[in-house]
């Protein structure tokens, strides 16, 4: 049986303010979901303020992004080392905002898969647990082209660490047409890239691949997603723009619960 997560990235969104707003009114509506996972993604400069206010609630926190270094000459970067600091359970890798519109923006496919690989053995290596996004373009879905780039980034993966690493992971499908669009993926094309995803990792170990957490993000809203959530591969979500509504966040939440 795998444990759902319902992971709240906010990306750059938040003040000291309006954070604590939204995670009072999120405390206060969400039931005790003991059986599935909660996270929450706040920008890394409000990490200690959510850690405070989450501490003990049995919510979970991470970061939006890591660097694949350790330490030094890396201005603005945050390390593993840095998130762990903060309790942090969770960090994304690869978010398809960060591989198109920053660093790691006009590398290769190839090159960018690698950068990703390396964020994701200095993750795990560290302790936390790297969530690894991947999707395709909207070009790359006209194009037919959905199981070619997933399959690229989890064989880099795989061919880094090996496919037992992936026991300390979780993927997240992230169709990049579907993010922040309004437009989600619908439940029967998500299952489908969710099982291909699958049965590419079980190719290497079948055991792993069972339990494999993968995340379904795109438009994810309370009324889409106890339909995305109800598909067998589907096993929970990253939700962007709905987890800064508390009862959105708090509706996918118990969308999730009923599912398991
Ligand atoms: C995301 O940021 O990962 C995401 C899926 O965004 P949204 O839910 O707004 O599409």
Redesign the pocket.
């Known amino acids: 049986m795998r444990k759902p997560l319902v992971a709240g990235?906010w990306?750059m969104n938040g003040t000291n303010a309006s954070n604590r707003q939204l995670l009072d009114d999120i405390l206060t509506s969400i039931d005790d979901f003991a059986d599935i996972d909660v996270a929450i993604f706040p920008p890394a400069v409000y990490i200690h303020q959510v850690r405070e206010a989450l501490k003990g609630t049995g919510i979970h926190w991470g970061t939006q992004n890591v660097s694949s270094y350790l330490e030094g000459p890396y201005t603005g970067e945050v390390s593993a080392a840095m998130i762990n600091d903060f309790n942090c359970e969770y960090t994304l890798i690869g978010?398809s905002?960060r591989r198109c519109l920053y660093d790691e923006l006009n590398l290769d496919q190839l090159v960018l898969d690698q950068l990703l690989a390396e964020k994701y053995e200095t993750a795990a290596s560290s302790g936390l647990t790297p969530i690894i996004?991947i999707g395709e373009s909207p070009q790359e879905h006209d194009q037919g082209q959905t199981e070619e780039v997933v399959v690229r980034l989890l064989d880099t993966l795989i061919a880094h660490q090996g496919a037992k690493a992936l026991s300390r992971t979780l993927l997240?499908y992230?169709p990049v047409w579907?993010?922040?669009?309004g437009k989600s993926a619908s439940p029967e094309w998500a299952q489908n890239v969710h099982q291909f995803m699958r049965e590419r990792v079980a190719k290497h170990d079948r055991k792993t691949a069972e339990n494999l957490r993968i995340l379904y993000?795109?438009?994810?809203k309370g009324n889409n997603a106890a339909s995305l959530f109800s598909k067998s591969d589907i096993d929970g979500g990253?939700?962007?723009?709905?987890?800064l509504i508390a009862d959105e966040f708090v509706n996918i939440c118990q969308a999730a619960a009923q599912h398991i």
């Open positions: 990235n990306k978010h905002e996004c997240a992230e579907a993010i922040g669009t993000g795109g438009s994810v990253l939700i962007g723009g709905a987890s």
